[in-house]
């Protein structure tokens, strides 16, 4: 008669019951907390953006509520600064039409940014704040050109 892995279960069971049933936690009338939070979530982070303002490039964070990547950064660029930027009197030299942007690391510490048109600076100092360990070299690859390796100059 095999009696070994009734026991088994048997015993784990009433571990099991000992456990739920001696937890230590004893009932209490509801406890009032307050008023739920309300308001705006603040972003848990902030990206590097490379605006012109006043023909030099000039860093900008945004503020973001998640990471984002090299390429999606760059795309940022394209769309041109916020309402606020353009109040403050920045601009973009990079067009909308130098999407989509491929960003790749090789070898760290270096990144390649391929894209459609060219705006150098703008990208390659961006492009350089989203890597980790900051500062990177880029190299600019796309428009026909090749520029780079290249430090931000900002």
């Known amino acids: 008669m095999r009696t070994g892995p009734a026991r088994r279960t048997l015993a784990a069971g009433l571990v099991s ?7 230590g ?11 739920p939070p309300s308001g705006r979530v603040a972003p848990t982070t902030t990206i590097t953006l490379y605006l012109v303002k006043s023909g030099r490039i000039s860093a900008v964070t945004r503020p973001r509520d ?5 390429a999606d950064t760059l795309a940022l ?3 041109g600064p916020t309402a606020g930027e353009r109040a403050n009197g920045f601009t973009t030299e990079v ?4 999407g989509p942007f491929s ?6 510490g270096h990144l390649v940014v391929t894209l459609s048109a060219p705006a150098v ?3 390659v100092c961006t492009a350089a704040a989203t890597a980790p360990g900051s500062p990177a070299q ?17």
């Open 121 to 123: 600076e703008q990208i």
């Open 95 to 98: 067009p909308p039409e130098a």
């Open 138 to 154: 880029v190299t600019v690859v796309g428009a026909g050109q090749s520029v780079g390796p290249r430090d931000c100059p900002a």
């Open 17 to 23: 019951l000992a456990a739920v049933a001696g937890c």
């Open 103 to 108: 960003v790749t690391a090789r070898p760290a």
């Open 25 to 35: 936690v004893q009932p209490s009338d509801v406890i009032p907390a307050g008023d």
């Open 77 to 79: 660029l394209a769309d």
């Open 66 to 70: 998640r990471p984002m990547f090299p």
